[in-house]
């Protein structure tokens, strides 16, 4: 017999009571208090999920991070995805770093390409920054810069596919922005992801200044900080070969995924995977 039908064989609210209150002993004696535990102590803290910020790099925009953002909020993490200026390594990881001072508790950073160099300095000295995670993502050393870390090992071919756009800069001086040609932009940024989905990228993709790329780096913060990166094995922006001579000299924790240099949309499960590995060390 069921406890519904037990319950509707009840004849009289004195002995419904009665049941009710020996029901409630018997819970209370085998549980205890709500904050107890066998040993007498306190059940352990739960403590918050730490918020995921998420900076994206040259050539995307925030919305590369959708599908992670879906896991991550799916699994309760509270999720940041920053609108990276790209228009120079010091004042993009100074704006990173004061969105990352206005969130209450920890934080665990992750960057995508360019985005890796802005969060190594934007979580320099800071006590909020729990963990950095790299995907697909520069991880420059003091004085290095992305643009010449791409030329130490071969097998890069972004600078083939690069259109050059001159632009006037704020303080009256002239510049370079940096597209990828979008017919070249499937081939060299997304070749694992469908062409339609490629496409839509190309067209929405974001300029990074040529300065920026040129800019060396300040102090990392990978080197106080622990790190995760996810190497893309089949990167024609940051080839394997210099994804995984970086990620050893931080003492990284390395997994890697045979990936395009769109490592965030086409694997955003094994992406969302890694940031999670970080994040749950956060404590």
Do not use: C
């Not at 069921?2 to 049941?19: D, F």
């Not at 879906?70 to 010091?90: C, E, F, M």
């Not at 810069?145 to 972004?158: I, Q, R, V, W």
């Not at 050893?248 to 890697?256: G, I, L, P, Q």
């Amino acid at each position: 017999m069921n406890r519904h039908a037990r319950y509707r064989t009840l004849r009289t609210p004195l002995t419904v009571m009665a049941t009710v209150t020996v029901a409630a002993g018997l819970l209370a004696a085998t549980i205890g208090p709500a904050s107890a535990t066998k040993g007498g102590g306190h059940a352990p803290t739960q403590h918050p999920k730490p918020t995921v910020v998420l900076v994206h790099g040259a050539f995307a925009d925030s919305s590369s991070w959708n599908d992670v953002v879906k896991k991550l909020k799916h699994d309760g993490y509270p999720v940041v995805a920053a609108s990276n200026p790209l228009r120079g390594l010091s004042s993009d990881a100074a704006y990173v770093r004061e969105l990352v001072d206005s969130i209450k508790g920890p934080v665990v950073l992750a960057g995508h390409s360019y985005g890796g160099a802005v969060i190594s300095n934007a979580a320099y000295g800071s006590d909020k920054v729990k963990a950095l995670v790299y995907l697909a993502a520069f991880m420059p050393d003091k004085g290095e810069n992305a643009f010449d870390l791409s030329l130490k090992f071969e097998g890069s071919t972004l600078g083939d596919a690069l259109k050059q756009v001159p632009v006037t800069l704020p303080d009256g001086s002239k510049g370079v922005d940096l597209y990828i040609d979008q017919p070249k932009f499937h081939d060299q940024f997304a070749a694992d992801v469908p062409e339609y989905t490629a496409e839509i990228m190309a067209a929405t993709q974001r300029p990074v200044s040529g300065g920026a790329l040129y800019e060396p780096s300040g102090e990392p913060a990978w080197k106080t900080i622990p790190s995760w990166v996810l190497v893309a094995s089949k990167d024609r922006n940051i080839p394997r070969e210099l994804q995984v001579f970086m990620a050893k000299r931080a003492k990284s924790h390395v997994e890697e995924v045979r990936s395009s240099h769109a490592v965030s949309v086409s694997h955003a499960k094994e992406s969302a995977r890694i940031i999670e590995e970080a994040a749950r060390s956060v404590r």
